[in-house]
C-alpha cells in the first residue's frame, strides 16, 4: 500500500476540508434551529443551500467510482474524503455522499436496466430526490437476510408485495421517492436465491408510513427511520433489479462499500471528538490544574490517537482489497473494520463526553448525538456478533475450512 495521497485526492481533501470550515460546521446551529423551528419534515432551506454550493464546486458525487458520474475515486481515495464529512453530522449530505442515497446509487449503477436508471438513478443523481432501503423486518432477526418474510409474489405483469419494515432510513423525507425493497419471492428456491429487490415508488397505493422510530431519542428529522406498511402494493414486474431470486447477492454486493462508507465517517467522528476533548482539557481548570493534568486524562487523549490511527489504518487496508482484489476476498477485512470503527469512535466520545462532564451530555455539543449514531452503527448493516463470525470463519477455514 502507498500511504501517500495523490495530486487529486490531496486537493480535493483540501477543497473539502475548506468547503467545511466555511459552510459546514457554521451551519450546524443553523440546521438545528430551522429543524426546532419549522416543520420538522420538511427539507431545511440551509441543506438546500449548502447542496447548491457543493454542487457549483464540483464537489459531487465524490463516492461514485464511475467518473462519469462521480469523482472516479477508488474506495481508498474516497476514504479521506468520507472522514473529513464524517466529522459532522450534516458533513455527507450537502456532496450527495450521504446513506441511504449512496449505496442505493451504487446499487442502481451495478444492476438496474436502461430505464430504471433513467427513472430513478439520474434525479438521485443530480440530487434531485432521496431515497430508502426497506429490508430489515420487526418479526424476524434481519442480521440473517434470509430471513425476510416481506413478499413479493409475481400475479401476471405485476409483483403483490405485502408486509412490514423498520429502520427504513429517509423514507420519512418528503424528498425520498423510491425505495428498495427487498421481498421473499421464490421461497421453493435455494436459500440464498428466495429473495428479489424491487423498486417500489413511495407514493403506491398500499403504501403507509406507520411511523418514525427516534433513535436514542433523536428522530433525525427531516430524515427519519421509518417503519413501513406494505399492504397489497402492486407494482410492474420489470421494477425488479437484475432479476428474480437475486435480491441476496445485490444485498452483498450493496453492504460491502455501505459498510466501508460507515467507518471512514466514524474515523472522522472520533478525530472530532478527540479534538473537542483536547480543547476541553485545556480550557478548563479544577483543583488548581487543567483537567489535561487530572485524572489519568492524558492517557485517555493518548489512548484515543492511538485507537483512532489504529482504526484508520485498517479502513484504509479494507479499502485498498476492495480496490484490488475485490469485495469477497475483502469480506474478512470488511467486517473487521465494520467492528472496529464504531466501537473505537464510542470509546473516544465516551472519553469526551466524561471531559465535558455535565455540558458533554447536552445538546451544546455535538458528543451525545455522535454517541448515540456510533452506538446505533453497531446494529446497522449488521451487528458485531455477525461480522465477528464472519472473521472468525475467516480464519479458521486457513486452518480446516468448515463446512457451507
Given amino acids: 500500500m502507498d500511504f501517500a495521497y495523490s495530486p487529486k485526492v490531496q486537493a480535493l481533501r483540501e477543497r473539502v476540508t475548506a468547503f467545511m470550515d466555511a459552510y459546514v460546521y457554521p451551519a450546524e446551529a443553523i440546521f438545528d434551529q430551522q429543524v426546532a423551528e419549522g416543520d420538522r419534515w420538511q427539507p431545511t432551506a440551509i441543506m438546500e443551500t449548502l447542496k447548491l454550493k457543493a454542487k457549483a464546486e464540483g464537489l459531487w458525487n465524490l463516492f461514485l467510482p464511475d467518473s462519469e458520474q462521480g469523482a472516479g475515486l ?16 450534516l458533513g455527507s449530505e450537502p456532496f450527495n455522499c450521504s446513506a441511504p442515497d449512496t449505496g442505493n446509487m451504487e446499487v442502481l449503477v451495478r444492476y438496474a436496466n436502461a430505464q430504471q436508471k433513467q427513472q430513478w438513478l439520474e434525479p438521485l443523481l443530480r440530487g434531485e430526490i432521496r431515497s430508502a432501503f426497506a429490508m430489515t423486518e420487526p418479526e424476524v432477526a434481519s442480521s440473517d437476510a ?19 419494515k423498520w429502520w427504513t432510513s429517509g423514507v420519512c423525507d418528503p424528498r425520498c421517492k423510491i425505495m428498495i425493497f427487498m421481498g421473499l419471492s421464490n421461497p421453493h428456491n435455494p436459500r440464498h436465491q428466495q429473495h428479489s429487490m424491487i423498486l417500489v415508488p413511495v407514493d403506491t397505493p398500499g403504501v403507509k408510513i406507520v411511523r418514525p422510530l427516534p433513535v436514542f431519542g433523536y428522530d433525525d428529522a427531516p430524515h427519519g427511520h421509518g417503519e413501513v406498511l406494505f399492504d397489497n ?18 444485498a452483498q454486493g450493496r453492504l460491502g462499500p455501505g459498510r466501508i462508507h460507515h467507518c471512514m465517517r466514524s474515523i472522522g467522528m472520533a478525530e472530532r471528538a478527540l479534538e473537542l476533548m483536547c480543547q476541553r482539557s485545556l480550557a478548563r481548570s479544577a483543583f488548581g490544574k487543567p483537567l489535561a493534568r487530572l485524572g489519568g486524562n492524558i492517557d485517555k487523549i493518548a489512548n484515543s490517537r492511538m485507537e483512532i490511527d489504529m482504526a484508520r489504518l485498517l479502513t484504509l487496508k479494507a479499502a485498498y482489497m476492495m480496490d484490488t ?21 464510542l470509546k473516544v466520545i465516551d472519553r469526551a463526553i466524561q471531559l465535558h462532564g ?4 447536552s445538546a451544546d455539543f455535538p458528543l451525545a448525538y455522535m454517541y448515540a449514531m456510533q452506538r446505533t452503527l453497531r446494529l446497522a448493516d449488521g451487528p458485531d456478533e455477525v461480522h465477528r463470525a464472519a472473521v472468525g470463519k475467516c480464519e479458521l477455514d486457513k486452518y480446516a475450512p468448515l463446512s457451507k
Avoid at 425476510?148 to 405485502?162: F, H, K, L
Avoid at 482484489?325 to 469512535?345: C, D, F, H, L, T
Wanted: no cysteine; proline share 4%.
Fill in 358 to 361: 455535565g455540558a458533554g451530555v
Fill in 146 to 164: 434470509t430471513n425476510m418474510q416481506a413478499s413479493a409474489v409475481r400475479e401476471g405483469d405485476e409483483w403483490v408485495i405485502n408486509g412490514r
Fill in 233 to 250: 402494493v402492486r407494482v410492474p414486474y420489470e421494477n425488479v433489479l437484475l432479476g428474480e431470486g437475486r435480491g441476496f447477492e445485490i
Fill in 325 to 345: 482484489v475485490g469485495n469477497k476476498v475483502a469480506k474478512s477485512e470488511i467486517a473487521q473494520i465494520k467492528v472496529v470503527a464504531p466501537n473505537v469512535a
Fill in 74 to 89: 477508488t474506495n481508498l481515495e474516497y476514504a479521506p474524503l468520507a472522514e473529513i464529512m464524517g466529522r459532522s453530522m
